[in-house]
């Protein structure tokens, strides 16, 4: 008797027979159940007890269908040898729990399989066969979605881009009191055409400022592409095949269109995996123009003495988390060492480190789905412990995504440590030509948010991490809290002067800590500016207006919606402050 | 003299040629069906000059010999030596079943004969503590099937009757010699349907995992320091 299946299973089980290829098939078959891969997982150590997050069991998930559909005794026994199909979305969604929220395809498993099964792979594989029938976490498809629309996956508008890189230039000449440096946009027949992640346009973007000083004082002949410059690629984390041909296929082109000599990368682990070996795969074509990370190129201007740099500028302890994608899938273990041996002069190794390093837990694309951001910072005890035991101060990675993963992991776990890229260091220890050096000291303005203390309560690590920078650059004092039982203890002990509110998040809504606060007489005078993404009076889940009128609750201090403007946080945060002190 | 009976004489000529025959064509079989499956491609320039595709295969295929490489059987040693010692005995029980029939004064001597009984009777033992892990271990049991079970029981009574014909003592009883080459006709034509078969992919497995990672100049490993 058959069971009915519904239409999105089907679809699932039509498209697994398409994308299993000899690898991923040799890996679903070799399984022999050994376990050996268990303990290498950082979701297990973290834990323990739990064998729905042990790699093989993560595996066999997968390997069930398989067996089911493409194996010769799975067909014929499948009960004997543990096939068995998926019939209805709920078990799709049960498996989406598994491939996304208990796996970040760190590929770690994969190296201590006795076998050779790739993990990683196949459980790629599965996301893809999920997104095509639009079974994914919601972070997942608006990041696909915005890389589809608009070429990159932060939503970043040509014009907001190329304001940014504009915005940077001129910093830049301030700085250093240069006019002859630039930004090179579009410029053919560069040397150097230079990528990078939206996360930097968007949230950090002093690193597209540092990668240019540097450019600029190798005496480098480089450009910045006005379009197909983001070399992320949502691909890779969705297992889309398709979007990873398609973004990757854009950067080629626009370094053919620009006859770029050569491509170079900044610091991303999956963006450099994607670009450098993943989309000439993924688009089934030839790419002309070379590639290499960014890592390479600061290190070649050093040894090549193209620019200088003085390690005592960077005297604090180090130490340096190998980004998985760049170590186990790219073999890039010893440069990032030899450049960091060269800018800073405390460099503490991480135990276990390069291949056997343990994952940020930030990986495959894990911080877009918030919904699993509890099981992922519980995960990520494993890598508090491994960074506590360095004793270092800084923990260097290559890896915007890695920031991400490790800034929010120091934060939860209390480590008293701050994340950097290597770009932050070289341009650190940059020693400048006499001439730009001799630049007399201009005295810096008044700040706006001198003295002031404001605490961030978002669950997404990158609008904390854009609202610190935005806040920090003023001269105030930032904390931060992922959700709304943190930022309670945070108000008690910390007592800011302003906090800013997100509405949606894990636990405990925003909404709900508002009402408290308001009740609250500690704290009815705290200014909270609102700031998020689902501020529309239109969206009836979420109708913050009604809710505080319906609770009796006064508006408060200030609303914004996301995308974040930075002007306009910075003019509503400090006219709220201004008043209060006035009052 | 003693003359062998019909049946031992079947059972340790014909009935494994029959079973070997068999396997080898399910095993012929098996290769076909993994090559009708596309082979993913490396098209990207190589990572490094430090290594390459065949090099990094070489290494991932001889990986299994080096426990050193491994976090997994760098951390878990006797895990490893029972691997060991569970593969020679069975490696060492397939080779018997050739020798006995066709060139039994291999086999000769006490001493050897004894060695041969202690390395199945050992290669038993680690099966029976490999099945209690496979019925204690919370996440090994969690991922186990039928076959898994049985073919785990399988082989610790293959290599238990092994160690019994060993001495190829038939003129005494010819039991012995006829439970294990009934056992290996059994275990030869099982062996292709179920995981003991998992030495048919290992090399293509590791051969195209270590020509990948070589490739992108990740294999062979830098170690850490």
Known sequence: MSVARSYKAQKVIDRLQLKVNRQIMLSLAACVHCGMCTDQCHYVLANPGDPTYAPAYKADRIRKLFKAHLDWTGKAI????????????????????????????????????????????????????????????????????????????MGVLREEYLDILSWMEEELQSEYNDPTIKIPIDKPDADVMYTINPREAKYDPRTIAEAAAIFHFAGENWTMPSEGWDMTNFGLFNGDDELGAAVSGRLYDTAEKLRAKKIVISECGHGYRSTRCEGANWGKRTVGTPMETSIFTMLEYIKQGRIKVDKTKNQQPVTYHDSCNLARSCGITEEPRELLNLVCGDFREMHPNRSENFCCTGGGGAMSMTEYAPRRLASAKVKAEQLRATGAKIVVTSCHNCVDGLFDLIRHYK?????????????????????????????????????????????????????????????????????????????????????????????????????????????????????????????????????????HLPEPDGFLEKPIQPELVLDTVVNILAKKTIN | MYHTSPLLHFAEDELQLIALLFMATVYALKIRWILRFPAGGDRQAPGNARTDGPTGAKRSLLSIAMPWAMGSTRQHPFLYAQFVVFHLGVAASILMSFVIPYAPGLIRGPALIAMLQALFALAALVGIIRLIRRLTDIYVRSISSPDDYFSMVLLIVWLVVSALAAPNRRELSEGPLLAYFFLTAFFLIYVPFSKISHYIYYPFARWYLGRTLGHRGVYPLVKGA
């Open chain 1, 78 to 153: 499948p009960w004997w040898v543990g096939a068995k199909s998926v019939y209805t979305d709920e078990e799709l969604e049960d498996l989406k729990d598994t491939v996304f929220g208990k796996c970040t395809n760190c590929r770690r498993c994969s190296f201590n399989c006795p076998m050779g099964v790739d993990l990683a792979t196949f459980n790629r594989m599965a996301r893809g066969l999920l997104v095509h029938v639009g079974v994914m976490p919601t972070g997942v498809l608006h990041v696909a979605k915005d890389q589809w629309e608009l070429g990159n996956q």
């Open chain 1, 415 to 551: 480590l008293d440590m701050e994340v950097k890229l290597l770009v932050n260091l070289v341009a650190n220890a940059l020693v400048m030509p006499a001439r730009v050096a001799a630049v007399k000291p201009v005295a810096a303005p008044e700040k706006a948010l001198a003295g002031r203390r404001i605490l961030v309560v978002d669950d997404e690590p990158d609008v904390r991490t854009y609202l610190r920078m935005i806040f920090k650059d003023e001269g105030a004092e930032v904390i931060e809290a992922p959700d709304a039982n943190q930022a309670m203890r945070l108000l008690k002990t910390e007592r800011p002067d302003l906090m800013t509110l997100d509405l949606i998040m894990p636990h405990k809504t925003g909404e709900k800590l508002y009402w408290e606060l308001r009740k609250d007489p500690d704290f009815t005078g705290l200014p909270i500016v609102i700031v998020t993404g689902y501020a529309r009076v239109e969206t009836p889940a979420i109708n913050f207006h009604k809710f505080i009128e319906e609770k």
